[in-house]
């Protein structure tokens, strides 16, 4: 048999940098009332969230995703040329195909990477991770760069009172690249296409089509609660044991920012000590689907809660269902 040579990469992989983006536009609960029947007091009760950010002018997924990527590729202090991948989670860009991910590389003076979007919704920062990491220590790319972009705002239903006040949009980005120790613990992750129902698109582009609607999104809130308070519980704990890691060994611990209320069952159910910080970015930002955990990355460390080298626990889940967590070491 003829011996095919085998790329070799870095032992360990971990985060150089985090960038974030939030678009101008403040949305405050009082806004949707237009348009839904509820209250300011309801949605901040249920669910923790104030307000939110939505695109505005001259404002879409493309223009949050470069903010937040120059920001990881300028903070991480790396030439471009040694950008082997560029990946993109979304679940809000507009093309099936062509990639975004391909246009950004080019955009963002990166030459000739590998460029590919993925789509696991709020799984997807976490899905991404896992990719990087993996490319990085099998020596398929110096450096990759990851972001997560999103414009729910143009796929909700604003006249549903069940989601209409849930989401915001956003992007964040993480340069992951070679390292001495290790920064990156395994991933936990799954799905479960039983419950492809839970969280689901109004129409397919064929239904789409033909009623000339846009579609938008729609979801069981009770079933993707109980999910989250139940089984994301033990995922959490699954990422902790996997990274050989006791809850009070942890400094950080930045979930998936669905809902206030599901955080608050997360933090019950691993028993964290006050000590850990806990990134609550749903009060001003709502859930930013993929970009969620790192704009909560990134704000964390912004304003000094977090610091770098610290320990953290990231874990997102969502539409598939999907969900995805690892253990990390703050950039
Ligand atoms: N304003 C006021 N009252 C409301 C509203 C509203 N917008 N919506 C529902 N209610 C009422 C209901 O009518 C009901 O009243 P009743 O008790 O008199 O019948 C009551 O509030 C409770 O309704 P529930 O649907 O049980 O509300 P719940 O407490 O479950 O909160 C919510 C709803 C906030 C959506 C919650 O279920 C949730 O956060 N679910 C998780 C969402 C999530 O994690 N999504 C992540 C994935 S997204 C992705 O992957 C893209």
Redesign the pocket.
């Known amino acids: 048999m003829t011996e095919i040579l085998a790329s070799r990469g870095p032992q360990y992989a971990r985060i150089y940098s985090v960038g974030a983006a939030a678009p101008s536009r403040v949305i405050d609960n009082e806004y949707l009332l237009q348009f839904?029947?509820?209250?300011d007091e309801?949605?901040t009760q249920?669910?923790g969230i104030k307000e939110r950010r939505w695109i505005g002018e001259g404002e879409n997924i493309e223009t949050l995703s470069l903010t937040a990527a120059n920001q990881a590729i300028e903070r991480a202090g790396i030439d471009r040329a040694e950008i082997g991948a560029v990946i993109l989670s979304t679940?809000s860009h507009y093309h099936q195909t062509p990639a975004l991910a391909p246009k950004l590389a080019t955009r963002l003076g990166i030459p000739d990477a590998a460029a590919y979007d993925i789509s696991a919704?709020?799984a997807g920062f976490c899905y991404g991770l896992a990719q990087a990491e993996s490319i990085v220590r099998a020596g398929q790319a110096t450096y990759v760069l990851l972001i997560a972009g999103e414009t729910?705002s143009e796929i909700t239903n604003l006249t549903d009172?069940?989601?209409?006040?849930?989401?915001g949009d956003g992007a964040g980005a993480v340069i992951v690249g070679p390292s001495e120790t290790n920064g990156i613990g395994p991933v936990v992750w799954g799905s479960d296409g039983a419950q492809e129902g839970v969280?689901w698109q109004t129409a397919d582009w064929h239904a789409a089509v033909e009623s000339g609607e846009f579609p938008k999104?729609g979801?069981d809130?009770?079933a993707?609660?109980k999910w989250?308070t139940s089984f994301i519980a033990q995922a959490t704990k699954k990422c902790l044991d996997g990274a050989g890691l006791a809850p009070d060994q942890l400094d950080v611990f930045i979930p998936?920012q669905?809902?206030d209320?599901?955080t608050d069952t997360l933090l019950r159910y691993l028993k964290l000590p006050e000590s850990v910080v806990v990134a609550r970015t749903i009060r001003q930002y709502g859930?930013n689907?993929a970009a969620t955990v790192p704009m909560a990355m990134d704000a964390l460390l912004s304003s000094g809660e977090a610091k770098s080298g610290q320990t953290a626990l990231i874990i997102g889940?969502?539409?598939g269902l999907v969900y995805a967590g690892q253990v990390i070491t703050l950039p």
């Open positions: 839904i029947d509820s209250s309801w949605i249920r669910t679940i919704a709020c729910i009172r069940g989601t209409a006040f849930l989401f969280i999104l979801m809130g009770r993707v609660f989250a998936h669905a809902n209320r599901i859930n689907s889940f969502g539409a």
